[in-house]
Every structure is written in C-alpha cells, then in structure tokens.
C-alpha cells in the first residue's frame, strides 16, 4: 500500500513539473532583424499579431551592424544597440496593450510592426 502512495505521489509531481512553466516564464517568442530590411517577431514559425499577456523568454537575433532591435509597449523599452550583431535573450513581462518592434534608424522607412498583447 505504501508502495502505491509513494508512486501516486512520484507521478502527481511530475505531471506539475511538466505542466507548469518555471517561474511562469513561457519560451516560444523571437525577434529578429537583418541582414536585409526585414524586422519581425514570431511564436514558432508566424508572426504574432496577438498574444496573451505574461512573462516570456524572447531570443533576440541582431544580424546586422546596420540595424537594432527595439521593442516598446506597455512597462517595455528594450533595444539592442545599432553596431552590435549577435544574439541575446531578453526576458518580458507583457501587459495588455499595443506593442511596436521596429529598427531605430529605419523605422521611418517601415522597417517596423505590431502586435497586441491581451
């Protein structure tokens, strides 16, 4: 009988560490600009138009000296700088409301786009 208890026990905390992310923190969005004029952030393989808001893991791939990474919205303003190429991870909290990802120095030139946090 003990035997069962402590592998019913084994089992129900596995399915918790499967199921709940760490420290709510969800992986699965990345931005990236360059080498071209192209700038976008995806969830997998399409680009986001709508998510939900939380705390997320968002890989920044910068691969031109031409350009930067700059998201904006609600409580966020993170950037990469114009000169830098390479790779880094930003952690966001994304509250409701509209988000702009664009390059600084082409925004202008539509080197930009949105999506809305619900």
């Not at 089992?11 to 192209?38: N, Q, S």
């Not at 509250?95 to 080197?111: E, F, L, S, V, W």
Request: hydrophobic share 40%.
């Amino acid at each position: 009988m003990r035997r069962i208890a402590v592998s019913v026990a084994a089992a129900v905390a596995m399915a918790a560490i499967i199921l709940v992310p760490a420290h709510g923190k969800t992986a699965g969005l990345k931005g990236e600009v360059g080498p071209g004029f192209d700038i976008e952030v995806k969830k997998g393989s399409v680009d986001v138009k709508r998510i939900k808001a939380g705390t997320y893991k968002m890989p920044i791939e910068d691969k031109s000296s031409a350009h930067n990474f700059h998201l904006k919205g609600p409580g966020v303003n993170k950037k990469t700088g114009v000169g830098f190429v390479g790779k880094k991870t930003w952690t966001v909290t994304l509250k409701p409301g509209k988000y702009t990802y664009q390059c600084d120095p082409h925004a202008t030139a539509g080197m930009k786009g949105t999506f809305r946090v619900t």
